[in-house]
């Protein structure tokens, strides 16, 4: 049997944290998108801090306001 998944412009690979980030700016950014995940009940799983003080979130809100710096747009 054959099965047609369609076509999409992204292909997201896991559907956790980073993946559902992944795909929903893909989503907004007018992208067709589609989104594997191996176990349904693990979608949308998201066991991090989601605070913007932690280390990680941290570190990429500091290279986002560098790259809008760069771009010469204002905070």
């Not at 801090?49 to 809008?68: C, F």
């Amino acid at each position: 049997m054959k099965y047609n998944a369609g076509d999409y412009d992204v292909a997201v690979i896991g559907a956790g944290h980073a993946g559902c980030e992944a795909a929903l700016a893909c989503a907004r950014k007018g992208h067709k998108t589609v989104i594997f995940s191996i176990s349904l009940e693990c979608v949308a799983n998201m066991p991090c801090n989601p605070n913007i003080g932690g280390t990680s979130k941290g570190h990429l809100v500091r290279e986002i306001d560098a790259m809008r710096r760069r771009n010469g747009q204002k905070h």
